[in-house]
């Protein structure tokens, strides 16, 4: 992960700024228009972790949605419930659309494909 840079002149923040011609990140300030290279090309990471909670409200906002078909032909693998919500949805880097299913249990929420 990248970390702020400051100026070696005039300590202010320096800013990533693409060199076009070159093909290169420098770090530039706007100030005194110090530049340095690059060492790493990556300016900003950030990696998202998804609450419990929110999945479960999420999962249980689609067991509520009155627009998505409903199936008591299918039992939730966990808990043995009848009822399941499902849609269809692509997975990432796969070709073709999958089906998903929710267990309308609200203890469970159980997620499976098919």
């Not at 770090?27 to 990471?45: D, I, Q, R, T, W």
């Not at 929710?102 to 469970?108: K, L, S």
Request: aromatic share 10%; net charge neutral; proline share 4%.
């Amino acid at each position: 992960m990248s970390t702020m840079k400051f100026c070696r002149m005039c300590d202010n923040i320096l800013y990533p700024k693409e060199d076009k011609e070159q093909k290169i990140l420098i770090y530039a300030c706007h100030y005194c228009y110090y530049e340095e290279l690059a060492v790493n090309n990556c300016v900003y990471y950030a990696e998202v972790h998804q609450s419990a909670a929110k999945r479960n409200r999420a999962l249980r906002d689609v067991t509520a949605d009155p627009t998505l078909p409903r199936t008591e032909s299918v039992q939730c693998a966990k808990c043995s419930h009848g009822e399941a919500v499902f849609f269809q949805a692509t997975s990432r880097g796969e070709e073709g659309v999958t089906l998903n299913f929710v267990c309308c249990n609200p203890t469970c929420l159980h997620r499976w494909t098919d």
